[in-house]
């Protein structure tokens, strides 16, 4: 028997979020290794997150039994010394060489959050189908969807308060820091500038782990028809913001995974990145991330030749704004044209007409 074991954070697991990474790993590392994916499990998780997945809350001593069985571990130095981006490819390479390809029976683990999102891109449908077949998540996702005006532009606001979350002292820098508060004052001026600029053509709906003062007036301000949903909204908030057209995001891993689930654009808290010779990046404060070969390396140095009014402007996945700042202008080229591909005019299936020049050729008598 094969088996890979997708180890939970910590003894009693984390937020949602975090947990996504080891378990798209796993699900890679057992389509790499031909082998049955265990965990991870939810049963300890204090938020209790077996009620979406619908898993037994004693799923975690198949896990714990595992590890305590002679294993093969495949760590965050496995990975780097691969020389891979992409994490099966990256196991592949490893299972040859511990001559993992040839045996019949073994006990693979996987974990931690090394390689961020860029290693796990190939588990997204993985994801989708996990989120998608949650408890009350269709229900939730239609319930929502159903409401908004499908040729307006989505726009999802996460706005966290609550978990490990702290407020930063006066004066004290968020570059570079996770798990801070962004001040409301920024979703307000981002949702009223986007309002300014867009007009009528935007929607939004506010995504919170807990209310309070900033997110009240953020709903009361642009959508006062909002309400609370029954049930287990946590797979079906994060479904939702992954189909929004746009995602102010909070500096959480649960905005992070709703932008690498999406896909589309997401704006970013200007103060939190880290800023070094011109250039914004999330993970460049990490040691890795300064080689010459990292992935932020090589993206430094083609950004660097992107000028101001160029396709590449409105081209980006995420965009920032500071606190008191102005929209980048390519992110609203990019909403303006997002806006104009959703009119169902423009879609054959749905009864839509197409010019006869755009096909490239003279029609021919039908």
């Not at 590890?67 to 496995?78: G, I, K, N, T, W």
């Not at 570079?176 to 009223?192: D, K, M, S, T």
Request: with cysteine.
């Amino acid at each position: 028997m094969r088996y890979v074991v997708a180890r939970r954070l910590g003894k009693r697991g984390e937020g949602l979020g975090n947990e996504m990474l080891p378990w798209a790993k796993g699900m890679i590392a057992s389509q790499v290794l031909d082998a049955t994916l265990i965990g991870p499990s939810w049963g300890l998780n204090k938020r209790r997150y077996y009620r979406n997945f619908q898993t037994s809350r004693l799923d975690f001593l198949i896990e714990d039994v595992l590890v305590r069985l002679p294993r093969y571990s495949f760590a965050e130095r496995d990975y780097l010394e691969s020389g891979e981006l992409d994490f099966g490819k990256a196991i592949e390479r490893w299972a040859r060489k511990k001559g993992l390809t040839d045996r019949r029976s073994f006990i693979v683990t996987v974990d931690g959050m090394y390689g961020g999102y860029g290693s796990i891109y190939n588990a997204r449908p993985f994801l989708w189908a996990k989120l998608l077949n949650s408890r009350d998540t269709i229900k939730n996702v239609y319930q929502i969807a159903s409401r908004l005006d499908r040729q307006k532009l989505f726009v999802a606001v996460h706005m966290r308060f609550g978990g490990d979350f702290s407020r930063l002292a006066e004066g004290e820098s968020a570059r570079g820091r996770f798990n801070v508060f962004i001040p409301g004052e920024w979703y307000l001026n981002a949702c009223q500038a986007l309002q300014d600029q867009l007009g009528d053509c935007l929607q939004f709906h506010f995504f919170t782990d807990r209310g309070g003062p900033e997110f009240d007036e953020a709903v009361r301000r642009f959508n006062p028809g909002q309400t609370r949903q029954p049930g287990l909204t946590e797979c079906s908030d994060l479904v939702l913001m992954a189909q929004a057209d746009l995602r102010l995001c909070s500096i959480s891993s649960y905005s992070m995974v709703a932008s690498f689930l999406s896909g589309g654009p997401y704006l970013w808290y200007e103060p939190q990145l880290t800023y070094t010779d011109g250039l914004y990046s999330l993970w460049g404060m990490e040691h890795q991330q300064r080689l010459k070969s990292s992935p932020t390396n090589l993206s430094a140095m083609f950004t660097r030749g992107i000028e101001p009014g160029s396709a590449w402007e409105a081209e980006f996945r995420g965009y920032s704004m500071k606190v008191r700042g102005a929209l980048p202008s390519g992110l609203i080229t990019q909403l303006r044209r997002r806006l104009l591909s959703k009119d169902p005019k423009a879609s054959l299936l749905e009864y839509g007409c197409l010019p006869s020049w755009m096909s490239g050729d003279t029609p021919t008598a039908s």
